[in-house]
């Protein structure tokens, strides 16, 4: 499609005149329009205040009448100057997929049956600004497999993100009045016909050649250098990002559109690349590596916790099947070492150790209760048992002053309020210069036969034969 100076409509502004108009756009970053026009000062003072929120359409008739969109966004900048004929503002204006790269969010996908595309669309429809998108994946979707974590990202760059997992770039669609998202190259019907006769030059794309052969996702497909000579084209037709086109009998995409008002047409330069060639280096998450993020404990099983995110989610996922280990100061092959596990409910440390979020791991727990004195030391248990160390004795609690054994330099002390049982399958030994036995009621000992009761008035000894006294 041709475009004349005089078929262009730009709608949402008032201008007087077009003067000039470029339009740049390339795989994974948004459209830009660049405009210049008169216009009455006054109005657009007015207008100035809510330029950014106002949706700016640029449109052209075609020979048969139909309007064709070609742009949609919204304004980022906007300038004027003033001369003695008129008013010239100038603008640069993005699509409307510039929306979901405004606002940073955080949220956390741990359903690992959940597809990529269910996860892109869930990110762009809870976006803070209300603002929907349509995602289209034009890559066989599939599981995300391991923990993903949207940390600081916008949804524009959390998309990218994602999509560079398939290898493949973003596409927006830059017609479109709400934000749309391409993963992979758009879809399309047939192809558009280059005139063999238009202006060209080759270039090789020798470091996409190199980025193909690193990257795993495309092991087992054969391309050759030629795959990778891209060609720039300069034409009066106009044809969007990644529109398929054939050129000489050679089928090619659109990898990046460059447009401008010259001459009263507006002129376009394309350059074109084979399919294979358009590929997207696999991008980590910078923000997450040596960050650590307070979580929730849900369930525990083994060595592993379920955690809620309370920094990022605002609920937890019920369907969540992500188990994240718990690291232990010490362990061995043979099972030993040091096993104690949080319980649901209390609050731990996530660590993120790489660029990776699904390298993630828990370090520790949170205390919930921290003793005053912070010189001790205590391991507690959730039944209420304590092992409690101060700077002078050694405190083991079964139950909170009921049954304990208080260990310090002044001996041990054992008070419960049940009883005490001591068994030994050879003998019990007590030695020491003085031993004291108190009792209120009775003291009693036995040995076979043999019984002593020692009670508050009376002693009470029973055997067959007792000796008193004697060498």
């Given at each position: 499609?041709?475009?004349i100076?005089?078929?262009l409509?730009v709608?949402g502004?008032?201008?007087?005149r077009?003067q000039?108009?470029?339009?740049h756009?390339?795989?994974?970053c948004h459209?830009f329009v660049?405009l210049?026009a008169?216009?009455?000062?006054?109005?657009?003072l007015?207008?100035?205040?809510?330029s950014?929120?106002?949706l700016v359409?640029?449109?052209a008739?075609?020979?048969d009448?139909?309007?064709?969109t070609?742009?949609?966004g919204?304004i980022l900048?906007?300038?004027m100057?003033?001369?003695?004929e008129?008013?010239?503002a100038k603008?640069?204006l993005?699509d409307t997929?510039?929306l979901?790269d405004?606002?940073?969010?955080?949220k956390?996908?741990?359903?690992?049956?959940?597809?990529y595309?269910?996860?892109?669309r869930?990110?762009?429809?809870?976006?803070?600004?209300d603002?929907?998108a349509e995602i289209?994946?034009?890559?066989?979707?599939?599981?995300?497999?391991?923990?993903v974590?949207?940390?600081d990202?916008?949804d524009w760059?959390?998309a990218?993100?994602?999509a560079?997992r398939?290898?493949?770039?973003?596409f927006?669609d830059?017609?479109a009045?709400?934000p749309g998202?391409s993963i992979?190259?758009?879809?399309?019907a047939?192809?558009e016909k280059i005139?063999?006769?238009v202006e060209?030059?080759?270039?090789?794309?020798e470091?996409r050649w190199?980025?193909?052969?690193?990257?795993s996702l495309?092991?087992?497909?054969?391309?050759?250098?030629?795959d990778?000579?891209s060609?720039r084209?300069e034409?009066?037709?106009y044809?969007?990002?990644g529109?398929a086109?054939?050129w000489?009998?050679?089928?090619y995409r659109?990898a990046?559109?460059?447009?401008?008002?010259l001459?009263g047409?507006?002129?376009?330069?394309?350059?074109?690349?084979r399919?294979?060639?358009?590929?997207?280096a696999r991008?980590?998450?910078?923000?997450c590596a040596?960050?650590?993020l307070?979580?929730?404990v849900k369930d525990?099983?083994?060595?592993?916790v379920k955690?809620h995110?309370?920094?990022?989610?605002a609920?937890?996922?019920?369907?969540?099947n992500k188990w994240?280990p718990?690291?232990?100061t010490?362990?061995s092959?043979?099972?030993?070492?040091w096993?104690?596990?949080?319980s649901?409910g209390?609050?731990?440390?996530?660590?993120?150790p790489t660029?990776e979020?699904k390298?993630a791991?828990c370090i520790?727990?949170?205390?919930?209760?921290?003793?005053?004195?912070?010189?001790?030391?205590t391991l507690?248990?959730?039944?209420?048992?304590e092992?409690?160390l101060?700077d002078n004795?050694?405190?083991?609690?079964t139950?909170?002053?009921?049954t304990?054994?208080?260990m310090?330099g002044?001996g041990?002390?054992i008070?419960?309020a049940n009883?005490?049982?001591?068994?030994?399958d050879?003998?019990?030994?007590?030695?020491g210069?003085k031993?004291?036995?108190?009792?209120?009621?009775?003291?009693?000992l036995k040995a076979?036969?043999?019984?002593?009761?020692?009670l508050?008035?009376d002693?009470?000894?029973?055997?067959?034969?007792?000796?008193?006294g004697?060498?």
């Amino acid at each position: 499609m041709k475009i004349i100076h005089q078929c262009l409509q730009v709608k949402g502004i008032k201008l007087k005149r077009l003067q000039e108009m470029s339009i740049h756009h390339r795989p994974n970053c948004h459209a830009f329009v660049k405009l210049a026009a008169e216009v009455d000062k006054e109005e657009m003072l007015r207008f100035m205040p809510q330029s950014a929120e106002t949706l700016v359409t640029i449109a052209a008739a075609g020979v048969d009448g139909r309007e064709k969109t070609l742009f949609c966004g919204y304004i980022l900048r906007i300038h004027m100057e003033e001369t003695a004929e008129y008013c010239l503002a100038k603008m640069l204006l993005a699509d409307t997929s510039y929306l979901l790269d405004l606002q940073k969010e955080r949220k956390s996908f741990q359903d690992l049956t959940q597809t990529y595309g269910a996860i892109l669309r869930a990110a762009c429809q809870q976006n803070g600004m209300d603002t929907k998108a349509e995602i289209r994946m034009n890559v066989p979707d599939k599981a995300i497999g391991e923990f993903v974590l949207q940390l600081d990202e916008t949804d524009w760059q959390f998309a990218r993100r994602m999509a560079s997992r398939f290898g493949v770039p973003v596409f927006t669609d830059c017609a479109a009045e709400k934000p749309g998202l391409s993963i992979g190259l758009p879809t399309q019907a047939k192809e558009e016909k280059i005139p063999a006769w238009v202006e060209t030059s080759r270039r090789y794309q020798e470091a996409r050649w190199q980025l193909w052969q690193e990257n795993s996702l495309v092991a087992g497909r054969q391309p050759i250098a030629e795959d990778f000579v891209s060609l720039r084209v300069e034409t009066d037709n106009y044809l969007p990002l990644g529109t398929a086109v054939s050129w000489k009998g050679k089928s090619y995409r659109i990898a990046a559109v460059s447009g401008r008002l010259l001459d009263g047409m507006l002129h376009m330069r394309y350059r074109l690349a084979r399919e294979k060639s358009l590929l997207a280096a696999r991008q980590k998450n910078p923000t997450c590596a040596g960050m650590v993020l307070t979580g929730q404990v849900k369930d525990v099983r083994q060595d592993k916790v379920k955690v809620h995110f309370l920094e990022v989610d605002a609920a937890y996922e019920e369907a969540a099947n992500k188990w994240f280990p718990y690291a232990t100061t010490y362990s061995s092959s043979d099972g030993s070492g040091w096993y104690v596990m949080p319980s649901e409910g209390d609050y731990v440390r996530v660590f993120f150790p790489t660029q990776e979020e699904k390298d993630a791991f828990c370090i520790s727990t949170i205390n919930a209760a921290p003793p005053a004195n912070t010189r001790n030391k205590t391991l507690r248990a959730p039944g209420g048992k304590e092992l409690l160390l101060t700077d002078n004795s050694v405190h083991l609690i079964t139950k909170h002053q009921d049954t304990f054994i208080d260990m310090s330099g002044s001996g041990i002390h054992i008070v419960t309020a049940n009883k005490i049982k001591v068994t030994a399958d050879k003998y019990v030994i007590l030695e020491g210069n003085k031993i004291e036995m108190l009792a209120k009621d009775k003291i009693s000992l036995k040995a076979g036969d043999v019984q002593l009761d020692i009670l508050p008035k009376d002693i009470k000894l029973l055997a067959e034969n007792v000796i008193m006294g004697g060498d």
